[in-house]
C-alpha cells in the first residue's frame, strides 16, 4: 500500500485565489510527521511546513497552511493568494517515529494563472 | 543553513560507464539519502545511510551501489550505466537523534543523461 497518496497530477488557480493540494498518508504508528516540500523547475527541493501527529493545532507558515485531519489521515496544504512564483511541483512526506526513510508522494504540478 | 551540495547539476554518460555521483553537506548530519525522481512517479529512495561506512537498501537499489567513507560525502556509483536509469538524482540529508520532525534538506539535483 502506498504510504502516501497524493491524488491531483495537476492543478491550476487564478493569481490571488485560494487552493488546497490534497495529502492523504497511511501508518499505524501513533508518532509521525507530514511535510511539504516545493519544486520549481529549477530542481531544488524546497522544504515550507511540517506537522507533527501530535501537534494539536495545524501548522501554518506564512501563506501556506496545513489542514490535518488525523481521523481521515489527510494533511492538505493551502496555499492562501497564489502568486505567478507558486507555479511548481508540490511534494507531500511523512516519516514514521524514528525510522531514517522519507516516504513522498507523487507530487502535484501547480500552474497559477495571471 | 544547511547546505547539501551535488557534484554536478547535468551529466552526460554513455551506457556501460561506471558513474560517480557525488553528495557533500556541511552540518554534521549523520543521514543521507539518494533518491532518483522520474514524472508521474515521485521521490523513489535508491539507498540511505545513517553513519559512515553504513548503508541500507531503499526501494530501487538495483544497479546502484553508494559509498560513505567520512560523514559528510555520500556518494552515488553507476557500476555500469544504461539508458534506463536517465533520470534526475537527488541528495538528501538530516540529523539524527533529534525526534521524526527534522526535514530533509536537498541538494540542487544532477539531472543524469545515459546515451
Known amino acids: 500500500a502506498q504510504k502516501i497518496t497524493q491524488t491531483q497530477p495537476g492543478m491550476f488557480v487564478q493569481e490571488k485565489e485560494a487552493v488546497t493540494l490534497d495529502c492523504t498518508y497511511d501508518?499505524?504508528?501513533?508518532?509521525?510527521?507530514l511535510f511539504w516540500y516545493k519544486q520549481p523547475s529549477s530542481g531544488e527541493m524546497i522544504f515550507l511546513i511540517y506537522?507533527?501527529?501530535?501537534?494539536?493545532q495545524n501548522a501554518t507558515e506564512g501563506r501556506y497552511s496545513l489542514n490535518f485531519q488525523k481521523a481521515r489521515k489527510s494533511a492538505n496544504l493551502v496555499i492562501s493568494a497564489s502568486q505567478l512564483g507558486d507555479s511548481a511541483m508540490y511534494f507531500c512526506?511523512?516519516?514514521?517515529?524514528?525510522?531514517?526513510?522519507?516516504?513522498f508522494g507523487t507530487g502535484t504540478s501547480l500552474t497559477v494563472i495571471p | 543553513d544547511v547546505k547539501v551540495t551535488q557534484s554536478s547539476r547535468y551529466l552526460v554518460k554513455r551506457t556501460g560507464e561506471k558513474v560517480f555521483l557525488e553528495c557533500v553537506q556541511d552540518?554534521?548530519?549523520?543521514?543521507m539519502f539518494w533518491y532518483r525522481q522520474d514524472p508521474g512517479l515521485g521521490l523513489r529512495l535508491i539507498y540511505f545511510?545513517?553513519?559512515?561506512?553504513?548503508?541500507e537498501k531503499g526501494d530501487i537499489p538495483e544497479g546502484y551501489s553508494v559509498s560513505r567513507e567520512k560523514k559528510e560525502r555520500f556518494s552515488l556509483i553507476l557500476e555500469s550505466a544504461s539508458t534506463n536509469q536517465t533520470s534526475m538524482y537527488l541528495c538528501?540529508?538530516?540529523?539524527?537523534?533529534?525526534?521524526?520532525?527534522?526535514?530533509?534538506?536537498f541538494g540542487d539535483g544532477t539531472r543524469l543523461s545515459i546515451l
Open positions: 538528501a540529508s538530516t540529523p539524527y537523534g533529534r525526534g521524526f520532525n527534522q526535514p530533509q534538506h
Open positions: 506537522q507533527g501527529s501530535y501537534d494539536q
Open positions: 552540518m554534521d548530519h549523520e543521514n
Open positions: 545511510s545513517y553513519d559512515v561506512k553504513m548503508k
Open positions: 512526506a511523512m516519516r514514521e517515529g524514528q525510522v531514517h526513510q522519507f516516504y
Open positions: 501508518t499505524s504508528d501513533p508518532s509521525y510527521g
